[in-house]
């Protein structure tokens, strides 16, 4: 079974159109090194609770928008060989250089982690 990347973002509202031209061109680096798809999510319908929600995970301001992406990598070895060329020193892909393509929301509020697929359900049935 595949391997789940997840990330939860404030990004400012007005940098909409920003933010997706920083997640085409990173996340086309992610389809080049094993991903099977990336999906990128734009807050649509994301209400406020009342002990937690989406906007307070990230500390979302009131000119924020929530953005929930994901990334399917075929299994986690693949992911973690991604990884390591994205940490690498002497990886000098432009598409890591933050003057070149600034990601244009506060990184240190983005929630993340790696998840394992327990099971999924689609219109065909369970897959296992």
Same mark, same amino acid.
């Given at each position: 079974? *595949?391997?789940? #990347?997840?990330? @939860? ?7 909409? !159109?920003?933010?997706? $031209?920083?997640? !085409?061109?990173? #996340? ?7 991903? @099977? !798809? ?6 649509? $319908?994301?209400?406020?609770?009342? =002990?937690? #929600?989406?906007? /307070? &995970? %990230?500390?979302?301001? &009131? ?5 929930? *992406? ?11 060989? &991604?990884?390591?060329?994205?940490? #690498? ?8 250089? /933050? ?11 983005? @929630? ?5 697929? %327990?099971?999924? =359900?689609? &219109? ?5």
């Amino acid at each position: 079974m *595949s391997y789940i #990347d997840g990330f @939860i973002i404030a990004v400012p509202t007005a940098k909409k !159109r920003a933010f997706i $031209d920083h997640a !085409r061109t990173a #996340d086309s680096m992610f389809i080049e090194w094993g991903a @099977i !798809r990336v999906v990128e999510c734009w807050g649509d $319908d994301v209400p406020q609770g009342k =002990l937690t #929600d989406f906007p /307070m &995970a %990230v500390k979302a301001e &009131a000119d924020e928008s929530v953005v929930f *992406s994901w990334i399917e990598w075929p299994d986690k070895t693949t992911r973690d060989a &991604a990884y390591a060329k994205m940490i #690498d020193p002497a990886n000098t892909d432009p598409r890591m250089d /933050m003057a070149k393509n600034p990601p244009p929301f506060d990184g240190k509020r983005m @929630i993340f982690g790696g998840f394992v697929p %327990v099971f999924e =359900l689609t &219109a065909e049935g369970e897959k296992k």
